[in-house]
């Protein structure tokens, strides 16, 4: 079993940035694809970014525009999300997500972590 912890959401205001970040654990986590996921109330949980254990492929969706980077510590276990210049679309929970490749549809997922909220408001 890999266990996926996400922490570092909050509050911030349109154009402020924020550090997501997820720990793992688990024997197998250097083979897995990893990825970020969110889910704002009343929409489909959709990709956001995903890094391959070896540091590719990198892949981002497109209203990202530049504005996030997907990053990932093997030998601390973690993965990171640093996101710039949000807006209030940006709002959402934002998961942590392990899979055994790579991959945007979601039930090829293995493990989610529980979620961190992002709000972006004035």
């Known amino acids: 079993q890999v266990q996926l912890v996400e922490s570092g959401g909050g509050l911030v205001q349109p154009g402020g940035s924020l550090t997501l970040s997820c720990v793992a654990s688990g024997r197998t986590f250097q083979n897995y694809y990893m990825a970020w996921f969110r889910q704002a109330p009343g929409q489909e949980r959709e990709f956001v970014a995903g890094?391959?254990?070896?540091?590719?492929?990198?892949n981002y969706a497109n209203f990202v525009e530049g504005r996030f980077t997907i990053s990932r510590d093997n030998a601390k276990n973690k993965l990171y999300l640093q996101m710039n210049s949000l807006k209030p679309a940006d709002t959402a929970v934002y998961y942590c997500a392990a899979g055994p490749q790579s991959t945007r549809v979601i039930p090829q997922y293995d493990y989610w972590g529980q979620g961190t909220q992002v709000t972006v408001s004035s």
């Open positions: 890094k391959n254990w070896s540091g590719y492929p990198t």
